[in-house]
């Protein structure tokens, strides 16, 4: 278990005492797992090893309850070079971070939604072998990628789906992008394969739900996404995230932690495997 939350809720005692009983009611209802309560008297403290993403929602529906109790939140996967802080104040992120290390299997995430919370774009990878390999999301759509030279001169490859072998590419400069369809297509070596389908995995598990998955895995958020008037797609961004994580942006919302010097990657899938869907 590479996660690892601690969340802290700090306050008047006598508010504390009630929010403990409400926070762990909503965490037993959401079947959240196995925790270590370190509580004192100033503050409570929860302690969670985690497979997934971070059980905010039950401390998000606390804070409402209790609005003038602050919520930190600090995680860390040490496996993955990253980590992040965020403060929740009466149900709503007032502050957030993130952190990410400069090793070359740290992590960068971008995700973008629209206005209804429908996924418009998310994008994982990390440098391996001198090439950026990752995972791509749409609302009807995913693929493994690679990305190999430069913003100014940059090659492009996606999988058909998370099938093993490269279908398309494109060459990009800044002024123009040429593409091709690949017949036939290329088989991805098996140890790359094993780093995509990592990073994939990963990434789904904490971000992402899909319609076709098994109703009784998917349960809880069809529910919340029917509680919210989110409309269901092929691919969905997990409800806690959108409510927790992703700030308002433009008209949508929006999450990213690339780096000034990669953030180029994102804009490249976007200008050429998105719009080609």
Not at 125 to 139: E, L, M
Not at 174 to 192: G, K, M, N, Q, V
Request: hydrophobic share 40%; glycine share 8%.
């Amino acid at each position: 278990m590479s996660l690892v939350a601690k969340i802290t809720v700090r306050g008047d005692p006598r508010q504390l005492r009630n929010c403990r009983d409400e926070v762990n009611r909503l965490l037993d209802e959401e079947g959240s797992g196995p925790f270590r309560e370190l509580h004192t008297a100033e503050c409570l403290e929860y302690e969670f090893r985690l497979q997934g993403g971070i059980p905010f929602p039950p401390f998000v529906s606390a804070s409402q309850v209790f609005p003038d109790l602050t919520v930190e939140v600090q995680w860390n996967e040490a496996a993955l070079g990253r980590g992040g802080r965020a403060i929740i104040r009466n149900g709503v992120l007032a502050e957030q971070a993130a952190q990410g290390h400069a090793a070359e299997s740290a992590v960068s995430t971008q995700v973008r939604a629209a206005a209804d919370g429908g996924l418009e774009l998310a994008v994982t990878c990390a440098r391996w072998r001198d090439a950026w390999h990752g995972y791509v999301v749409a609302a009807d759509e995913h693929a493994f990628f690679r990305v190999t030279g430069s913003r100014e001169s940059s090659e492009l490859s996606a999988s058909d789906g998370v099938e093993a072998e490269w279908a398309e590419r494109w060459r990009a400069v800044p002024d123009a992008t040429e593409y091709s369809e690949l017949a036939p297509r290329e088989a991805i070596a098996a140890d790359e394969l094993r780093e995509l389908d990592r990073l994939a995995g990963e990434f789904s598990r904490e971000w992402i739900w899909f319609d076709e998955s098994p109703p009784e895995e998917t349960a809880v958020e069809r529910q919340r996404f029917a509680a919210y008037g989110n409309p269901v797609r092929a691919a969905n961004l997990r409800s806690e995230k959108l409510r927790t994580v992703l700030q308002r942006d433009g008209g949508g919302f929006a999450f990213g932690s690339f780096g000034a010097e990669s953030v180029w990657v994102p804009e490249l899938l976007r200008r050429c495997w998105l719009r080609k869907r």
